[in-house]
């Protein structure tokens, strides 16, 4: 036992669930169908930049140090070099920070204290976890398809059923 008691958290998170619902509900019902895209087509110019500013940064270091592609290529680097550079790259480094900074806080996170409450933290922690990096994954690998065939106000709306769902669950379920 926690030394929580477990009555705590259930009442004002059910009364959350509510409240995302119902302002996620209404959210979409406001949203026009396109909304998303000029988000979608904002990041991918920002993307484009990026390349862009990091292609011109290369070859300004190339022509200083007057280096020539076949000098890099004979250095090869070391595999363990290799492997800190693409785990460590700038485009984890953005990722890892966005998705930080974006989670904290957020209804994801809330959802995961209050079901911690009335559950076995362990298995939620591996739980919200493995369902974090199966969203996460689905979004990488399926992102731009479902962001052409399914709009933000319909996912918005979906949202905002299931907690409402979540919030009729708690108050059946009660604590554990």
Known sequence: SSGINAEWPLRPGTFLFVIFGLRMLYDGYHMNDDEGQEELEEVQMELKKKEEELDNQKTVSDLETGASETAAVSSTPS???????????????????????????????????????????????????????????????????????????????????VFLLFAVSSLYRGPS
Do not use: N, Y
């Open 79 to 161: 595999p363990i070099g290799s492997i800190f550079k693409s785990i460590f790259s700038p485009t984890f480094i953005t990722a890892f920070t966005m998705t930080f900074l974006a989670e904290w806080g957020d209804r994801s996170q809330i959802t995961t204290i209050i079901l911690s409450s009335r559950e076995d933290p362990w298995g939620v922690c591996i739980g919200g976890c493995f369902g974090h990096s199966l969203c996460t994954a689905g979004a990488v690998i399926g992102g731009r398809m479902i962001a052409q065939r399914i709009s933000v106000r319909t996912v918005t709306l979906i949202g905002g059923v």
